[in-house]
């Protein structure tokens, strides 16, 4: 189960994005993905087949991604201001946006 700590603990540990890419953990997307078709690689972007084509949601380039987290029955993927919740049993995707108060969107 997702809960807003584990929430707010994802946006705190991946404010930043870190230096190495390889401190990203996408090798756990790229392990999952060769097991299951809940999303696929295109080039430098991910693309979630749980969100319908045409969605700017649907692909995100690897770069912009911070972290990624694996959760008993999710797969986390955090970006600056949104994470992506993959349901690891039937491919559909959450999004969390990012709560930004005015002193953020500065």
Request: no cysteine; proline share 0%.
């Given at each position: 189960m997702i809960t807003t700590n584990n929430i707010n603990d994802l946006y705190t540990q991946f404010a930043t994005a870190p230096a190495l890419f390889e401190n990203r953990d996408i090798?756990?997307?790229m392990d999952y993905a060769f097991d299951t078709d809940l999303f696929d690689f295109?080039?430098?972007s991910i693309v979630f087949n749980g969100i319908a084509e045409g969605s700017p949601l649907r692909s995100v380039e690897l770069e912009k991604i911070h972290g990624v987290r694996d959760f008993d029955k999710f797969l986390a993927v955090v970006l600056a201001n949104s994470i992506f919740f993959v349901n690891k049993a039937n491919g559909s995707v959450s999004v969390h946006l990012k709560d930004l108060d005015e002193s953020e969107a500065a």
């Open positions: 090798n756990i997307l295109d080039g430098d």
